[in-house]
């Protein structure tokens, strides 16, 4: 199903700063042992919420970026997950088996996390502040986005 909605937007791009919109309090299960977590417990934090699969091209050229940024920021307050959609597991043990990543990965196959955030494009990221709203929204992947995307999570690092 995601697959099908995000092949037409694999290279959209978009950033949107907004106020006040609370992000979705979704269940998830953690990637490696299915433990449950919830967006939520990481308020406090500046989260990167990364909606990924393991067929999406500028999904592989975002993972080292993210794991550069994680580990970057990580000491100042900034969470990463990455949550897959792949309805087969197998698709993305293989993509993680390449992958370099400390941060948090997540799964979803039902997709109810996905329709809470309104995912329409892969990968699709959602920059939270600390105080649990979306402030920034990248729908795609691009090199030249990174900067944009550092300056972003340093902004909200800098607030209390």
């Keep these: 199903m995601i697959r099908h909605l995000a092949s037409g937007f694999v290279a959209v791009f978009f950033a949107a700063s907004a106020s ?11 990637y490696q042992d299915g433990t449950p977590l919830n967006i939520a417990g990481f308020k406090g934090k500046v989260t990167y919420v990364d909606f990924w699969a393991s ?4 999904c592989l050229q975002s993972f080292p970026f993210m794991a550069e940024t994680y580990k970057e920021f990580k000491p100042k307050g900034f969470e990463l997950i990455a949550v897959n959609l792949d309805e087969e597991r197998e698709g993305a043990d ?3 088996a390449k992958q370099h990543a400390d941060f948090t990965i997540a799964s979803d196959p039902a997709g109810d996390c996905p329709r809470q955030y309104d995912v329409q494009a892969m990968p699709s990221s959602f920059l ?3 105080k649990g709203n979306i402030r920034h929204v990248h729908l ?4 030249k986005d990174k900067a ?13």
């Design 94 to 96: 293989a993509f993680l």
């Design 128 to 130: 939270i502040d600390r």
């Design 20 to 30: 006040a919109n609370p992000a979705p309090d979704c269940r998830l299960s953690r």
């Design 140 to 143: 795609g992947f691009r090199e």
């Design 148 to 160: 944009e995307i550092r300056a972003q999570i340093e902004a909200l690092l800098s607030e209390p």
């Design 55 to 58: 067929w999406c091209g500028p």
